[in-house]
């Protein structure tokens, strides 16, 4: 009887636990995919950006919102560095070309 | 006066704007061709085409060896056979072609004035296609490979003339092509002339980079490492992924203008397609 109780307590103290970590990781995948279009649209996605969201979806529909969150992190990273590396070629290219 | 002042400044602080956004493909061609036959004074300029093999004597020798019985010899025949089928309409792909299709690879991609955009010769043949109700090919593997094959093979030895008209729409798909081979891009912060210019000649892990120049002339190749042959398309993907950025669509304006701005930076090096390598 003392173990049902306890375990009823660990249980109604995970509850809230889990509902806050959900939103989090879902709006870190929101995040990842708002950079990762970006990067599209300047025709610069890297592929470890897509592996990552993938993996952030994956760990997420297995209610593993822990990793979720770590994957979208990531990948909001990979996306933040290629969008840097194309705005700035967008300019420097020139400067490889032989004159 | 002083509105003098400020305008001069203004006209010197823009004139190196300008001159960056001047396109001027004959000046580029010049300057590119240049800096390979400077780098590699001892390579013939019509050799540039061979890539690795005429860089590297080792894999010459073996490439000499391979080509006693070219790897790409069932692609050319079967090349041959689907170019002179009949469409189910009766209509072939000679049809829709400058002068029957023959002997005129060398002159693609083309810049279409009524489309605004650039066409390669896989493309032109997929229109084809698509005009007498057939299915699109792929533009990287498989039968396109082998039509592609077929048609190098008939202009092999002429000289690449792929023309860049006086039209600022075909000036712009020239100058995106030439932004897309220097623009690093990737995880691995790689640009095309990361290998194929700077690179050119030096060895990746067991590979002899190929340089850029006359680079396009051996397409379709035959690629051990595929075991297959490919278009340059399919090329264009591998380097892409290589350096760990996602590729575009195969039919994408970025390959189109790229493949247009390398077939021009080849321009009057004999077509040598189709190829094998490594």
């Given at each position: 009887m003392r173990a049902w109780i306890l375990a009823g307590v660990v249980a109604l103290a995970a509850v809230p636990a889990a509902a806050a970590v959900q939103p989090d990781a879902a709006a870190a995948i929101a995040r990842?995919?708002?950079?990762?279009?970006?990067?599209?649209?300047?025709r610069d996605q890297w592929t470890p950006t897509i592996a990552a969201l993938h993996a952030a979806h994956a760990a997420a529909a297995k209610g593993d919102t822990a990793a979720a969150r770590r994957?979208?992190?990531?990948?909001?990273?990979l996306a933040g560095l290629s969008i840097r590396q194309a705005r700035e070629q967008a300019q420097l290219w020139r400067s490889a070309v032989p004159q | 006066m002083k509105r003098l002042l400020i305008l001069l400044l203004a006209a010197l602080l823009l004139r190196p704007a300008l001159a960056a956004e001047r396109v001027d493909p004959a000046a580029d061609l010049k300057a590119f061709q240049t800096y390979f036959h400077a780098r590699f004074p001892h390579v013939p300029p019509a050799d540039f085409v061979n890539g690795p093999y005429a860089m590297d004597a080792g894999m010459r020798a073996q490439w000499q060896q391979i080509m006693q019985f070219p790897p790409y010899q069932f692609a050319l025949d079967h090349g041959k056979e689907l170019f002179a089928a009949a469409f189910p309409n009766g209509h072939h792909y000679a049809d829709c072609l400058p002068h029957g299709g023959i002997g005129i690879a060398q002159n693609y991609p083309r810049f279409d004035p009524k489309t605004g955009r650039v066409v390669t010769l896989e493309i032109?043949?997929?229109r084809c296609r698509v005009v007498n109700g057939?299915?699109?090919?792929?533009?990287?593997?498989?039968?396109?490979?082998d039509l592609m094959a077929y048609l190098t093979d008939r202009s092999h030895g002429r000289p690449v003339a792929v023309v860049v008209p006086d039209d600022p729409r075909a000036r712009a798909a020239y100058e995106r092509g030439k932004e897309y081979f220097y623009a690093r891009r990737g995880q691995l912060n790689f640009s095309c002339a990361s290998c194929h210019m700077q690179g050119a000649g030096r060895h990746l892990r067991g590979d002899v980079l190929a340089p850029a120049l006359g680079l396009i002339a051996s397409f379709p190749i035959y690629r051990?490492?595929?075991?297959?042959?490919?278009t340059v398309v399919r090329r264009f993907i591998g380097c892409n992924k290589q350096v760990r950025a996602v590729p575009q669509r195969a039919d994408s304006e970025d390959y189109r203008d790229l493949e247009y701005f390398l077939a021009y930076m080849s321009d009057g090096l004999p077509v040598a397609g189709p190829g094998a390598r490594p």
């Open positions: 990842a995919e708002a950079a990762a279009q970006e990067a599209a649209a300047l994957f979208a992190d990531r990948a909001t990273l | 032109a043949l997929n057939l299915k699109k090919l792929k533009l990287t593997t498989g039968d396109m490979d051990s490492a595929w075991g297959s042959m490919g």
